[in-house]
């Protein structure tokens, strides 16, 4: 059958998570630097296609396009952060990786994974002012708007806003890493994208925060003239973000499965 039952997937993210902890550093370098461009152009695409909607069918449109680069990780079976922000706590409480695992994959896919934003968000910024030559347009004021929406009201809310960046950091990478987990619930393309697309467009029509989506959008306003610093982007977002995705991912996610579904059951199962 294509659908493998919560006790199977249990033993199927056990499997995921040895996997991971165990990759050569090369291909998670480049597996996690894919990861980052692939969210960039997801993100790109999703701010293209609601410029001028009224803002609730831009969220729903929005949301319906953003899984694709999603979807595209997991078919490809890349490395992605804020997914193993879930993946391997599980792991590391089934015994099946080590913490020193857990904590390298970790590190380097969160690095690859800025590379990879990074590389696609001055790309985008060159492609959409002509070599820095013009406005951006439509599109880079977009980017601009939804940049400063994420680093400098936070920062005039002060530690509301900070602790408001961290709790939608949470909310967000609960619906992500579950997301990454229903993806290795079903043995066909099709299922693997109908699974994740349900959570991963839940969070992204909620404008929840995503550090590595972040990664893309406040670099690439910064290239674009916004007024917002890189202390702005790391203090009033990627910190918090980051700490709020694996609160999510490490224990709403990961460890809520591990102790919902006992080891033994679903070894059993499996």
């Not at 499997?15 to 894919?34: D, R, V």
């Not at 449109?61 to 879930?86: D, H, K, Q, R, S």
């Not at 709403?252 to 059951?265: E, I, N, S």
Request: hydrophobic residues 55%.
């Amino acid at each position: 059958m294509d659908y493998l039952n919560p006790s199977q997937l249990m033993a199927e993210i056990e499997t995921a998570s040895k996997k991971k902890a165990g990759l050569a550093l090369t291909p998670m370098l480049l597996k996690g630097f894919l990861s980052g461009a692939l969210l960039a152009y997801a993100t790109a695409f999703a701010f293209k296609v609601s410029i001028g909607l009224p803002a609730g069918l831009g969220a729903l449109v929005m949301a319906a396009v953003f899984p694709v680069g999603f979807a595209m990780i997991v078919l490809l079976g890349l490395e992605l952060a804020t997914g193993n922000f879930a993946v391997l706590p599980f792991g590391l409480a089934r015994g099946t990786c080590s913490a020193g695992g857990m904590l390298r994959n970790w590190g380097a896919v969160y690095c690859a994974n800025f590379l990879g934003c990074a590389f696609v968000g001055a790309l985008l910024a060159f492609a959409l002012t002509e070599g820095f030559s013009e406005d951006a347009g439509a599109l880079g004021e977009r980017i601009v708007a939804v940049a400063t929406s994420k680093t400098l009201i936070y920062a005039h809310a002060g530690a509301a806003g900070w602790m408001t960046a961290f709790v939608k950091g949470v909310l967000c990478n609960w619906m992500v890493a579950l997301g990454t987990v229903l993806g290795l619930g079903s043995t066909s393309a099709t299922g693997k994208i109908a699974s994740i697309w349900l959570p991963v467009s839940t969070f992204f029509g909620l404008a929840f925060e995503h550090s590595v989506v972040n990664m893309f959008v406040i670099p690439t306003a910064i290239l674009l003239g916004a007024g917002i610093t890189v202390g702005d982007w790391l203090w009033w977002n990627q910190l918090p973000v980051t700490l709020g995705n694996l609160i999510g991912g490490a224990v709403l996610t990961g460890l809520l499965l591990h102790f919902g579904h006992p080891a033994g059951k679903a070894q059993a199962a499996h």
